[in-house]
């Protein structure tokens, strides 16, 4: 029929996505009962929504709606993390107030998210600007506080002159501000920190309870870093060589075995011993200062332990810095061989890591061995590896980090280096100069930021009595409304009179200040999903009733990058306030799903680049949903998603051809003109119904949407092969009936999840008054895939001779009747002495 309408998703899509948001459609107004909570990581609402979020938005909606069909009782909440250096930039760049920037954008973002279809509860939004939100979120920080972990102390940070602020490693390009391009200084600034490393056993513990990617659970396993190993103590060397001549250095090394092959020592530049010992060295200090306009991740990238650099630029990177260690003017004394190392300071050795000094062993670590040749210094080998091979110290160029024997270690020369590492460390320990320990990389997570668009910190200095907390009840410490964001430096620490509108809450001191650092974005992140369970709540942070029911959430969706700091902080919070009583749970998310990049051509997408495709680019022209089967046809949702490489033009030929078929049905069946299809087309075409049912099902419950989808198209090719084809007598016209019916409600509601609109739209043309979505998830009919016939394999002394056709479940007697019809020229003659049945698949003749 070549008169129905054409498929044109303006004309319902809009409507429908608003009637949902309008009507609350998907809100969980009743957490009284247990349930499956389905959680997003919310957006920054920096502008529109971008592809990323379509993609994330797209994989979990489509969950949630397949749970919902399957039975199940979800919650789905939405919310901003709309706290961050982004909108106080745009304030201090185009001199916009970051509040309006903000929550202009979150009203942007939102709009198209309900454009989009996502069934969100938009009853429980939150957005961590709100002071209704940083209330708790300060109340949390007292909760630490008062248990002991959160404390104040001097740290080194990165320091913006220009700015006057503290900046992320991420924020310091090419030891440069990343906004004001200024210089960045290493300087000491006390700073506010949260007691992580108390759960840092728990916090690896717990990954194995949880069903995470194992990249990810590896990845906090890593940040952790749990090592067994020794802390052993130098010396420095004075006037007479010899241990305790001087002053003692600790240090910390997984590998005591090893020490035998320390053949010097390097130090943080800013180490306290060496800055006394240096102060009146020019070249030190000059040292000192170029390295201070370095940040972290730039003074060890490319020399990580056993090389892990990236080839060509690897080389390049150390060719071209050949001046990052300074030779020191003192020596330090190996404990095990009694003799002097020289001293260095170098800046891949960071204060904040371990002791701030290692020994470095050339022989056996790669980044000690590339500072070795740089400087000149000896290697020397003390494990010999397995296979026999010969170390030479004296040309060797990639250190030896496998197993291996001791040589050159005196009394411990033949011992495997796991027995020498035990036996050395107890010998030290009876010296009283090494203690066998176990050590973390983990640091404690340093939360204070001199940013002012973020939640207050709430402590009150006071001159007799210290940091007090804000009182519970006097919380929020609100954020002024007349901030200058014109100024260098934070606009909290310059206003006026917010930080002296205040006396000491214990002792009314009149001369207190507040406290003029604002939170860590990822305080208000850790913990986000908890207010949703009420986040209206004046009298709570949240119902611990409800939390107790409803976490870990049982599902969480979100992007790779998150893999550490943000899933790891979130765990440490629940832990923490599970302590405090305030949560049963030991994990805030049970299962994890981290869905690929959105690329084009093989970069990201950004706007510098140029190559920025933003969704309403896609659905203003084919629709939301050809946007979001799209983006779930194109890859598995954990692999990226190269923009290039897809096709929203053939999405959307496909929803069209399933909107013709079944506008025609419609048409068909109101005209009274459908035709029933023949016995053998309706039987073909419920078994293909039943055959998607049930394949399309496990592919929903694995989340391979990709495969999902192609399931329904071959469903969409054999209803059409019904309503236009012709039955096996060679009769035509079977246009419709109650299996193409049954094929096309099959087809609509598996879709449903995926593609809500052209469904729900769809659905009710076919007559029916309620929504698609709150259909039952399809089960199909199994005896209509159970074969009528089989064919079996015939084989003759081993060897395949033939075929057979036989009715399913027939006997042995049966079988055995059909294959030797099938062989029976070759039995001519031939005596039958054995007959072996694999009932269903073979019978073997064997003849003699």
């Not at 454009?115 to 920080?141: A, I, K, M, N």
């Not at 659970?217 to 010396?235: D, I, L």
């Not at 869905?595 to 990201?604: D, E, S, T, W, Y």
């Not at 094929?743 to 739209?761: D, G, N, V, W």
Request: glycine share 8%.
């Amino acid at each position: 029929m070549n008169d129905v309408e054409r498929y044109d998703p303006t004309s319902f899509e809009a409507e429908h996505a608003q009637r949902w948001h309008d009507e609350r459609t998907y809100s969980t107004p009743d957490l009284s009962g247990e349930g499956f909570y389905a959680l997003t990581m919310f957006p920054y609402p920096s502008g529109d929504l971008h592809m990323g979020h379509a993609e994330i938005f797209s994989i979990h909606d489509t969950l949630v709606r397949h749970l919902r069909m399957t039975g199940r009782k979800v919650f789905n909440p939405i919310g901003w993390d709309a706290f961050g250096l982004p909108a106080e930039n745009a304030a201090r760049n185009r001199g916009a107030d970051p509040k309006a920037w903000t929550y202009a954008n979150i009203d942007e973002q939102r709009s198209t998210v309900v454009r989009l279809g996502y069934s969100f509860d938009w009853d429980r939004v939150l957005h961590t600007c709100d002071p209704e939100y940083y209330r708790w979120t300060q109340w949390l920080f007292v909760e630490l506080f008062d248990a002991g972990l959160a404390y104040r102390r001097e740290a080194l940070v990165n320091w913006d002159p220009v700015d006057q602020t503290v900046l992320a490693n991420e924020q310091v390009i090419d030891g440069r501000g990343e906004r004001s391009g200024a210089i960045v200084q290493r300087v000491p600034r006390t700073q506010w920190f949260f007691r992580i490393t108390d759960y840092a056993d728990e916090l690896l513990a717990g990954l194995d309870t949880i069903d995470w990617p194992d990249r990810v659970k590896n990845a906090q396993r890593n940040w952790v870093g749990r090592s067994e190993g020794a802390e052993v103590t130098f010396w420095t060397a004075e006037s007479e060589p010899g241990v305790g001549d001087g002053e003692p250095v600790v240090v910390y090394t997984t590998r005591p075995d090893t020490l035998f092959g320390a053949t010097y020592f390097v130090f943080a530049p800013e180490h306290p011993l060496v800055a006394e010992r240096m102060a009146d060295d020019a070249d030190y200090q000059a040292f000192v200062e170029q390295v201070a306009s370095r940040s972290d991740v730039e003074r060890v990238s490319g020399f990580d332990a056993a090389g892990s650099g990236n080839g060509e630029d690897e080389a390049a990177q150390r060719a071209g810095r050949t001046k990052r260690g300074l030779r020191l003017n003192f020596d330090l004394v190996n404990p095990v061989t009694g003799q002097p190392v020289p001293a260095y300071a170098a800046d891949y050795v960071l204060m904040d890591y371990g002791t701030g000094a290692i020994m470095a062993v050339p022989a056996h670590d790669q980044r000690d061995l590339d500072f070795a040749r740089q400087e000149g210094l000896d290697v020397r080998v003390v494990i010999a590896p397995t296979d026999g091979t010969t170390l030479d110290a004296d040309t060797m160029t990639e250190a030896y980090v496998g197993d291996g024997t001791m040589v050159n270690s005196g009394d411990y020369d033949g011992l495997d280096w796991r027995e020498a590492k035990q036996r050395i460390t107890a010998d030290l320990e009876a010296q009283g100069t090494a203690k066998a320990t176990v050590n973390y990389r983990l640091r404690d997570w340093l939360v204070s930021r001199q940013r002012s668009w973020g939640a207050p910190i709430p402590i009150v200095h006071c001159g007799d009595c210290g940091q007090v907390p804000v009182p519970r009840d006097q919380l929020p410490v609100r954020l002024p409304d007349d901030l200058d964001f014109s100024v260098a430096g934070s606009p909290l620490d310059l206003h006026p009179t917010w930080k002296y509108d205040v006396v000491c809450p214990a002792c009314g001191n009149e001369e207190a200040v507040r406290d003029v650092d604002t939170m860590d974005t990822f305080v208000d992140s850790s913990w986000y999903f908890l207010r949703y369970l009420d986040p209206t709540s004046d009298t709570e942070p949240w119902p611990v009733d409800a939390a107790s029911r409803w976490l870990p959430a049982d599902q969480y969706t979100g992007g790779v990058e998150h893999a550490v700091l943000h899933l790891l902080y979130s765990r440490f919070v629940v832990k923490a306030m599970r302590d405090r009583g305030h949560v049963a749970a030991d994990e805030p998310f049970q299962a994890l799903l981290n869905q690929g990049q959105v690329i084009l051509g093989g970069a990201a997408m950004s706007k510098s680049r140029g190559n920025l495709v933003v969704p309403g680019e896609v659905y203003e022209t084919y629709g939301a949903d050809t946007l979001r089967g799209t983006m779930l046809f194109a890859s598995a949702p954990e692999d990226d998603i190269d923009w290039a490489d897809v096709s929203p033009a053939g999405m959307h030929k496909w929803l069209s051809r399933v909107w013709r078929l079944a506008l025609e049905h419609v048409a068909r069946e109101s005209a009274g003109t459908a035709q029933d299809a023949s016995d053998d087309v309706a039987a073909t075409l419920r078994r293909a119904t039943a055959e998607a049912i049930v394949a399309g099902s496990a592919d929903f419950e694995s989340r391979k949407y990709n495969t999902a989808i192609a399931k329904l198209m071959s469903l969409t090719n054999a209803t059409l092969d019904a309503t236009r084809g012709a039955d096996s007598g060679g009769r035509g016209g079977a246009h419709g009936g109650a299996a193409v019916r049954e094929a096309l409600e099959a087809l609509l509601t598996m879709l449903a999840p995926i593609c809500p609109f052209i469904t729900e739209e769809l659905w009710r043309r076919l007559g029916h008054d309620g929504s698609v979505h709150d259909q039952r998830w399809p089960q199909a009919d199994t005896s209509l895939l159970v074969d009528d016939e089989v064919e079996i394999v015939v084989q003759v002394n081993g060897k395949v001779r033939g075929r057979a056709t036989v009715a399913a479940g027939a006997d042995r007697d049966a079988l055995e009747a059909a294959a030797r019809e099938a062989v029976a020229d070759q039995l001519v003659d031939a005596t039958v002495r054995k007959v072996i049945v694999v009932p269903g698949k073979l019978v073997n003749l064997v003849v003699g």
